[in-house]
């Protein structure tokens, strides 16, 4: 299958190299900013950085690594092109957003897909690794979830189907584990610096992963954050 990728979020390269090595082949990526073309120029040195009309064009499968609120305005600009078409498979990683926004490539005949892994991206070669070891929140029409969960497992990742009605409860639940999670290691931090202690991240990092071990393993009880400060 032709893989093309367009946008500049580091998370675009990293999934193109993997699917590279399932034995997919890159065509093309489009992308704008200097740091992103640094990206796949030490990830995929050997992919044409191309326009996107061109990437999409001759795309089998278009992955759309843009924020949440470019992607209705770029896949509508896209489908008013007449690049989208039957069994052409489109994917966006947004946590925010289904497949749903996708609307104007399945308009044509695409098959939309969301993907979200569920990790921070460094867009270098090391995300290939922690890629081999985390989740990715796929939503697909419901005859065509086998696809997304396919794509996900060809990344060396596990799959979890998300439906379209689940996606806000999954987009909050992700931004309270990503934000809450970073502002209390943060503040702890802190504290250490203040008094004076060096290496603090050294010092609780122990701690931390041991405490999110702990709280992933319990019974889940809904809880405030504000309670927990």
Same mark, same amino acid.
């Given at each position: 299958?032709? =893989? ?7 998370? &675009? /390269? ?6 590279? $090595? ?23 040195? %050997?992919?044409?950085? $191309? #326009?996107?009309?061109?990437?999409? *064009?001759? $795309? ?9 609120? %470019? ?16 069994? +052409? ?5 947004? /946590? ?5 926004? !996708? ?19 460094? &867009?270098?070669?090391?995300? !290939? ?14 005859? @065509? ?37 970073? @502002?209390?290691?943060?503040?702890? @931090?802190?504290?250490?610096?203040? $008094?004076?202690?060096? #290496?603090?991240?050294?010092? =609780?990092? /122990? ?5 999110? *071990? ?11 954050? +504000?309670?927990?400060?």
């Amino acid at each position: 299958m032709k =893989i093309g990728v367009v946008g500049d979020d580091p998370a &675009g /390269p990293v999934l193109a190299k993997a699917w590279a $090595a399932a034995g997919h082949e890159l065509i093309g990526v489009f992308v704008e900013s200097p740091e992103a073309i640094d990206r796949i120029e030490a990830l995929i040195p %050997d992919v044409p950085i $191309a #326009n996107m009309a061109a990437v999409v *064009e001759d $795309a089998d499968l278009v992955l759309l690594a843009i924020p949440s609120s %470019d992607l209705e305005i770029t896949c509508a600009g896209l489908a008013d092109l007449g690049l989208f078409g039957p069994k +052409k498979i489109v994917v966006h990683l947004s /946590p925010l957003v289904g497949y749903s926004v !996708l609307a104007d490539a399945a308009r044509f005949g695409a098959i939309p897909i969301a993907m979200h892994p569920v990790m921070h991206f460094t &867009g270098t070669s090391m995300d !290939l690794t922690v890629l081999k070891n985390t989740s990715i929140a796929v939503s697909a029409p419901e005859p @065509l979830t086998p696809i997304a969960e396919a794509l996900a497992i060809e990344l060396g990742a596990e799959p979890m189907v998300i439906t379209e009605d689940q996606r806000a409860a999954y987009a909050e639940a992700f931004e309270v584990a990503n934000s809450f999670s970073s @502002l209390v290691v943060r503040q702890a @931090l802190g504290i250490l610096e203040d $008094a004076g202690i060096q #290496n603090p991240a050294r010092l =609780i990092a /122990p701690v931390v992963r041991s405490a999110v *071990e702990t709280a992933l393993s319990q019974p889940v009880s809904k809880i405030d954050p +504000k309670d927990a400060l």
